[in-house]
């Protein structure tokens, strides 16, 4: 009998091991990473995405209350080819942002409503992050005419510009505005 028939069965349990430990190495490493990891919250209709998931009925209902009340144009930005790659969903239209920006929003009555009482609220923030969110200057101009005059965009990349359109009644409408700052 030689040693090298001795030898052959030995190294199986040295291979559990290494699995193992590679398995438990592995395993802690995913846990390190996504504890490290911040969970941004969403500010998709300018709330926690728990209070837009409890109203979501509500707030297509409200969206659709406004449609039929008012149509809202926007100018003062120029069009952008920007495409971003690996995007899983349909891709948006960008704009064009400087460093210094201006945006004017007109809301204009379908039929004979009222647009005296007509608010709007809105934000600069990253679709990544809600750590840039900025909260804009928007000026009333007249009824229904809102300017939002010289808002910053401080870093390269892309940003959203969102705005809430709401009247006295609760109707609302959210605008996303995407837009892309090269230089």
């Known amino acids: 009998m030689s040693s090298k028939d001795n030898d052959s069965g030995k190294f199986w349990p040295y291979m559990i091991l290494g699995f193992l430990f590679i398995g438990i190495t592995l395993g802690y490493w995913?846990?390190?990473n996504t504890i490290s990891l911040p969970v941004h919250q969403s500010n998709e209709y300018m709330m926690s995405y728990q209070d837009a998931d409890k109203d979501a009925n509500e707030i297509i209902e409200s969206m659709q209350r406004f449609d039929k009340k008012y149509e809202v144009s926007i100018s003062g930005l120029e069009k952008s080819d920007f495409k971003p790659k690996?995007?899983?969903?349909?891709?948006?239209?960008?704009?064009v942002l400087?460093?210094?920006n201006t945006i004017n929003v007109n809301v204009n009555p379908k039929g004979n409503n009222s647009i005296k009482?007509?608010?709007l609220k809105g934000i600069l923030t990253r679709p990544q992050t809600e750590r840039d969110d900025k909260e804009l200057n928007i000026t009333k101009v007249s009824d229904g005419k809102f300017i939002i005059k010289n808002f910053v965009v401080?870093?390269?990349?892309?940003y959203i510009v969102r705005?809430?359109?709401f009247d006295d009644k609760n109707d609302t409408k959210f605008i996303d505005i995407y837009g892309y700052?090269?230089?």
């Not at 690996?86 to 704009?95: D, E, V």
């Not at 401080?154 to 892309?158: D, F, M, P, V, Y």
């Open 163 to 165: 705005l809430k359109i």
């Open 117 to 119: 009482s007509i608010n």
């Open 98 to 100: 400087n460093k210094t």
């Open 181 to 183: 700052r090269a230089k």
């Open 30 to 32: 995913t846990i390190k």
């Open 86 to 95: 690996f995007l899983k969903r349909k891709p948006h239209q960008y704009f």
């Open 154 to 158: 401080e870093k390269l990349g892309r």
